[in-house]
């Protein structure tokens, strides 16, 4: 008998010990998608607003920049988070509210600079085609958010399953009172 043949039975590759992992509880292949599209549009919102020379206000155009920055780096440091085995070593465990919570207020946030970019800017092309990436990654936000709570649900909400309490003392509700007496007589008298 070969060595092959004794190993080949017993050793097989681990596919979760793979550090790219999509589709996963925290992430489908659809929203991945759309978490990647969203960078990809947020990269390019930032970089047509870095292009633009002058500006008439440059309030609108520096609040669209911060936001079109952080939404590109945010959303690609939590695309990596959930598509790596990291998620695990950072020590949060709620990753569905916080991704719920994230892109909710990125999509907010970009919506409000688009709006703000759209409605005070020198008019210039390069302005007009940043403030349009920028809606386009606002509404994919939006999506992303539609797509979340279709798919997983509303991360808030109790749906009656109990949540681990992690050591601390259980709800009165949850367990019912005991019934039997803890410290009988030997002899049966009470």
């Known amino acids: 008998m070969a060595t092959g043949e004794v190993y080949s039975l ?15 509880e925290n992430l489908s292949k659809l929203r991945f ?8 549009l947020s990269f390019v919102a930032f970089v047509l607003e870095e292009a633009v020379h002058s500006c008439v206000s440059c ?15 945010f959303t690609l440091l939590l695309l990596v988070l959930l598509t790596t085995t990291l998620h695990t070593r950072v020590g949060i465990t ?15 946030l970009f919506l409000i600079a688009s709006i703000v970019f759209a409605s005070d800017n020198g008019g210039t092309s390069l302005e007009s085609i940043a403030t349009a990436f920028g809606f386009f990654a606002s509404i ?13 649900g509303f991360p ?6 109990q949540e681990a309490t992690n050591g601390g003392p259980v709800a009165a509700a949850a367990a019912p009172p005991e019934m039997e007496k803890l410290n009988v007589p030997v002899n049966g008298a009470e």
């Open 33 to 40: 998608a759309i978490k990647v599209t969203e960078v990809l």
């Open 140 to 152: 994919l936000f939006f999506v992303d958010l539609g797509v979340f709570v279709m798919t997983g």
């Open 10 to 24: 017993t050793t097989t590759p681990n596919p979760k010990s793979s550090w790219f992992i999509v589709p996963s």
């Open 59 to 73: 309030t609108a155009l520096y609040f669209f920049e911060f936001v079109s920055c952080t939404a590109f780096l």
């Open 94 to 108: 709620c990753w569905p509210k916080l991704d719920f919570l994230y892109t909710g207020g990125i999509a907010l």
């Open 156 to 161: 808030f909400r109790k749906d009656g399953k």
